[in-house]
């Protein structure tokens, strides 16, 4: 008989991060609809990782038209203790309910509303955080008018 061997996930830190508005949107191309949102900065907390999130980074989504939301963003986290961590994550966002954008851009957004996972990358050259380079890791997610925040989790 063969065994299953079901993965495990450790909270690592949660994150919360400021985007500009507006957006800018691209427009309807061969892929979709391309909206690219800018990072203005942020703030990382939990068991493993405290920082910040430093501006600069941002999200080159597209838009289906499904209103599915496939995003591949990339941002810099710098710890409290001074490392630089490159993060870069694809992931989708799937409203369960027609009315989820509006609720979004008014702030009236439950947790749950949406489905909202991503696969976080990071890459850094500090010794004190290179076992995050090789960590598999998910997130979920949650969006506001000019915010979106994520609980980050290791899969073990």
């Known amino acids: 008989m063969k065994m299953i061997n079901t993965p495990e ?11 500009a508005d507006p957006q800018q949107m691209v427009g309807a191309g061969p892929m979709g609809t391309r909206m690219i949102a800018q990072v203005l900065g942020g703030r990382v907390e939990g068991p493993k990782l405290n920082g910040k999130i430093l501006p600069g980074g941002g999200d080159w989504a597209l838009i289906d038209d499904m209103s599915t939301l496939r995003l591949n ?3 810099t986290i710098e710890t409290d203790d001074g490392a630089l961590i490159f993060t ?3 992931g989708v966002i799937t409203p369960l309910d027609p009315d989820v954008i509006a ?3 008014d702030g009236t957004l439950l947790l749950g509303e949406l489905y909202y996972r991503t696969t976080p990358i990071f890459e850094t050259g500090d010794t ?3 076992w995050l ?21 290791a899969v073990l």
């Open 9 to 19: 996930l450790e909270h690592l830190f949660s994150y919360s991060a400021t985007l």
């Open 103 to 105: 609720k979004a851009l």
């Open 133 to 153: 380079n090789t960590m598999v890791c998910v997130a979920t997610g949650n969006i506001g008018a000019a915010e979106v925040s994520y609980d980050v989790f």
């Open 88 to 90: 870069r994550y694809r």
């Open 128 to 130: 004190r955080y290179a």
């Open 73 to 75: 963003a990339r941002l």
